[in-house]
T-cell receptor
Framework: DAEITQSPRHKITETGRQVTLACHQT?????MFWYRQDLGHGLRLIHY???????NKGEVSDGYSVSRSNTEDLPLTLESAASSQTSVYFC???????????FGPGTRLTVL | DAKTTQPPSMDCAEGRAANLPCNHS???????VYWYRQIHSQGPQYIIHGLKNNETNEMASLIITEDRKSSTLILPHATLRDTAVYYCIVRVMNRDDKIIFGKGTRLHILP
């Protein structure tokens, strides 16, 4: 069955390190999204992409970057991890505009 | 996109219908109402969406008022597995596909 996966599911890193979170979907969806979720803030959009080589900033993009070299993957990179980036990160995808978003299981990131 | 207002939490007895309200008084004509839910520690899950007509699927029903300024998500026979945070979202159907989540309603199903 088609699915969306995230790896790793849990990650502990140190302040200042570069971290990359993987997101992979097998639906061949054009649109992919990264959110972070913190207590008291709900889900906040970080970056999104509408296709290969397309990337856009969301509401909390500072300190994060994404690249889209193929349809299936949208890796999220923290260039220099900060303690404020400790959070749960969710990836999502949709086939086209307006369709339901399918979410991955999440990655819990702790920055010490 | 229009903003939505939801109660922060609600309780419902198991087996009863859970009715979750959402106000979206500034909704415009081309904006749809979407509902998602998030069960603890999982990614959000799509439930249903609609424009102006009432909608029903295997999970829930969506009732939108005639003036479209509010809506209600109905889970007809709530079970303990329906305990989750429910998000009401209003979106324009164009190229801008991102979802802006609010804080949602935390629904507790009581045994």
């Amino acid at each position: 069955d088609a699915e969306i996966t995230q790896s790793p599911r849990h990650k502990i890193t140190e302040t200042g390190r570069q971290v990359t979170l993987a997101c992979h979907q097998t639906w061949n969806h054009n649109n992919m999204f990264w959110y972070r979720q913190d207590l008291g803030h709900g889900l906040r959009l970080i970056h999104y992409s509408y296709g290969v080589h397309d990337t856009n900033k969301g509401e909390v993009s500072d300190g994060y970057s994404v690249s889209r070299s193929n349809t299936e993957d949208l890796p999220l990179t923290l260039e220099s991890a900060a303690s404020s980036q400790t959070s749960v990160y969710f990836c999502a995808s949709t086939a086209s505009v307006g369709n339901e978003q399918f979410f991955g299981p999440g990655t819990r990131l702790t920055v010490l | 996109d229009a903003k939505t207002t939801q109660p922060p939490s609600m309780d419902c007895a198991e087996g009863r219908a859970a009715n979750l309200p959402c106000n979206h008084s500034t909704i415009s004509g081309n904006e749809y109402v979407y509902w998602y839910r998030q069960i603890h520690s999982q990614g959000p899950q799509y439930i249903i969406h609609g424009l102006k007509n009432n909608e029903t699927n295997e999970m829930a029903s969506l009732i939108i008022t005639e003036d479209r300024k509010s809506s209600t998500l109905i889970l007809p026979h709530a079970t303990l597995r329906d305990t989750a945070v429910y998000y009401c979202i209003v979106r324009v159907m164009n190229r801008d596909d991102k979802i802006i989540f609010g804080k949602g309603t935390r629904l507790h199903i009581l045994p």
